[in-house]
């Protein structure tokens, strides 16, 4: 089955700089790749996701990158802010338009950002 | 919209009895998953259903059963809890060909 592993499993930045979030997938039938944000004592929130016929995708400060030869996928956050500090997850599933998802996740990323 | 509701939100178990973990979606997803986290291990799903009356194990469904009772509901259940069993519980939705899953705020379960 699907395997993915994500590194590194914690970051400190310094607010206004950049933060990179790596992962890798084992599964070359996967086509889609979430990535989601846990804040403290909540569930997990979709914040962009990017399907395997995609190099890049964008949302004002965050950008997720996909090499699907390789089987690496990457979240970029720019000109990171206090709210961005939270846990964050990469995912990835096969995804067929009639059936159920079964989105296999990273172990997770704890991101700080320092004042 | 409420999105996806789970009840309790805190539960303590003495090793050995039963409990039930309720889920409910108001946004009309034919998908509904159950999902556990554990300190560095990610989230991990236990069953999900891809629509009304069908159930499926997924990574961990040891020690667990489920039923999905209509469109809305999908419950967990531990028969006999064990503290292996400890950890918080995510249920989600998803539609048919959609994007992500929506995820329900979490039950935090301990097994004493």
């Known amino acids: 089955g699907e395997n993915v592993e994500q590194h590194p499993s914690t970051l400190s930045v310094q607010e206004g700089d950049s933060a990179v979030i790596k992962c890798t997938y084992s599964?070359?039938?996967?086509?889609?790749f979430p990535w989601y944000k846990q804040e403290l004592g909540k569930g997990p929130q979709l914040i962009i996701d990017?399907?395997?016929?995609?190099g890049e995708k964008k949302d004002q400060r965050i950008a997720v990158t996909l090499n699907k030869t390789a089987k690496h996928f990457s979240l970029h956050i720019t000109e990171t802010q206090p709210e961005d500090s939270a846990v964050y997850f990469c995912?990835?599933?096969?995804?067929?338009?009639?059936?159920?998802?079964?989105?296999?996740f990273g172990s997770g990323t704890r991101l700080s950002i320092r004042p | 919209n409420a999105g996806v509701t789970q009840t309790p939100k805190f539960q303590v178990l003495k090793t050995g009895q039963s409990m039930t973990l309720q889920c409910a979606q108001d946004?009309?997803?034919?998908?509904m998953y159950w999902y556990r986290q554990d300190p560095g291990m990610g989230l991990r799903l236990i069953y999900y259903?891809?629509?009304?009356?069908?159930?499926d194990k997924g990574e961990v469904p040891n020690g667990y059963n489920v039923s999905r009772l209509n469109k809305r509901e999908f419950s967990l259940r531990l028969e006999s809890a064990a503290p292996s069993q400890t950890s918080v519980y995510f249920c989600?939705?998803?539609?048919?060909?959609?994007?992500?899953?929506?995820f329900g705020s979490g039950t935090r379960l301990t097994v004493v």
């Open positions: 946004m009309n997803h034919n998908s």
């Open positions: 599964d070359s039938a996967s086509n889609y």
């Open positions: 259903s891809a629509s009304e009356g069908t159930t």
């Open positions: 990017i399907r395997s016929n995609v």
């Open positions: 989600a939705s998803s539609s048919r060909g959609g994007g992500g899953y929506t």
């Open positions: 995912a990835a599933a096969r995804k067929a338009d009639s059936s159920a998802s079964k989105i296999i």
